[in-house]
């Protein structure tokens, strides 16, 4: 049987555009782990915020909006950018580079940034408040995915690591490290870390999609943070800490270039996220509970790759998306599925501009390399 498209990697990237592809092609979904979601997606800070990712990804994560929330996927929880009196100027500078986006960011005044982030040090006086700020149901938001794309007839294969890629007759040929084999029409690079790599294996030229290194603790701290503190983040990148059932979600905002792997926290950058931490606040932390670190992807721009190869015919960049790719999910697959179909915008994708994260803009490079 030939599939008309197979998507490689199902985590939220591969399981949304496959649900969106489903309901207008015959679609094959694989994952090289034994679940879906088993890298990136299951290690998501989760949280959709308008500002994350830059001015350049706010379109699709303002269009993602609507959807996560009218289906139940978001609880309102805010955020704040910190910073110290040398930092205003970085201060202003990043609510300027939102004007004209539709992102609401409201600047503070030092008492009422203490009456939102308890224990925190006298010297962190600046701040910017961005009240749409919200937490993200992952685990829910790519099952509700995957139970779409399986009504839509969608075929998952897991254990499914692809080796080899073939193009003939019109289609390509995918073989995986058991020895199975596939056909599709089209291919759909949803592979995240592994995007460049699956490129390579199909001999189209890779876009430089690297995969860094992200470290997330989860702390005990007396007393317990109050359900209600928002996201703080540092306006320098230093780091960033949520609430969660009384502990703290704490990250040192690291990104370490890394291989594709299954990546581990290392114990120096839990340490700098401590360390950081205790600059900011002087809450007492009773332990450290627990520690991951997840990879997130980015394109030499920063921005998602979204679009077929105008050097190798029916192959479907869906990769490079860094931090975001959570909060971005719904506008990005749908946009993804209309592009690869070739179908009109609708209502939540029609202020987007698929243009800017096309594969087409890395081609001159790649022809002079």
């Known amino acids: 049987m030939i599939h008309d498209i197979a998507v490689i990697g199902a985590g939220m990237a591969g399981a949304s555009i496959a649900a969106e592809l489903s309901l207008h092609a015959r679609v094959l979904l694989l ?18 915020e308008e500002c994350y990712g830059g001015p350049g990804v706010v379109p699709l994560t303002r269009a993602s909006g609507a959807y996560l929330g009218e289906h139940g996927f978001l609880t309102p929880r805010g955020a704040l950018y910190i910073g110290r009196a040398e930092d205003r100027a970085a201060m202003d500078a990043f609510r300027e580079s939102y004007e004209g986006t539709g992102v609401r960011i409201n600047r503070l005044a030092g008492p009422a940034l203490g009456g939102l982030v308890p224990h925190i040090r006298p010297e962190w006086t600046e701040a910017l408040h961005q009240p749409a700020c919200a937490d993200i149901d992952v685990a829910g938001l790519h099952q509700h995915y995957l139970a779409m794309a399986r009504r839509g007839g969608v075929e998952i294969a897991t254990r499914a690591r692809v080796t ?11 073989t995986g490290e058991r020895g199975e084999s596939w056909r599709a029409a089209t291919i759909v690079n949803a592979a995240g870390a592994w995007a460049d790599e699956i490129a390579r294996l199909a001999g189209v030229p890779p ?9 997330v603790a989860v702390l005990r701290v007396d007393p317990p943070a109050p359900a209600d503190l928002p996201l703080v983040l540092d306006i320098g990148g230093g780091f960033y800490f949520k609430p969660d059932a009384g502990r703290l979600w704490l990250s040192p905002h690291d990104e370490v270039p890394s291989e594709p792997c299954d990546a581990a926290p290392e114990e120096l950058d839990v340490a700098v996220a401590i360390d950081r931490f205790q600059q900011v606040t ?4 009773a332990a450290v509970e627990r520690r991951w670190a997840g990879l997130r992807s980015f394109a030499p721009d920063r921005m998602p790759v979204y679009g077929l190869d105008r050097q190798a015919e029916g192959f479907f960049w869906f990769a490079g998306q860094g931090g975001f790719g959570i909060q971005t999910a719904p506008a990005a697959a749908r946009l993804g599925a209309q592009l690869l179909l070739e179908m009109p915008a609708d209502a939540m994708t029609s202020a987007i501009d698929p243009a800017v994260y096309a594969p087409s803009r890395f081609a001159p490079a790649l022809q002079s390399a």
């Open 31 to 48: 994952e090289g782990e034994d679940a879906p979601g088993y890298h990136a997606t299951g290690r998501s800070a989760a949280f959709w």
């Open 282 to 285: 002087d809450w007492k932390i």
């Open 207 to 215: 876009v430089g999609i690297a995969p860094f290194r992200r470290t």
């Open 164 to 174: 080899g890629l073939a193009r003939d007759s019109g289609a390509w040929t995918i």
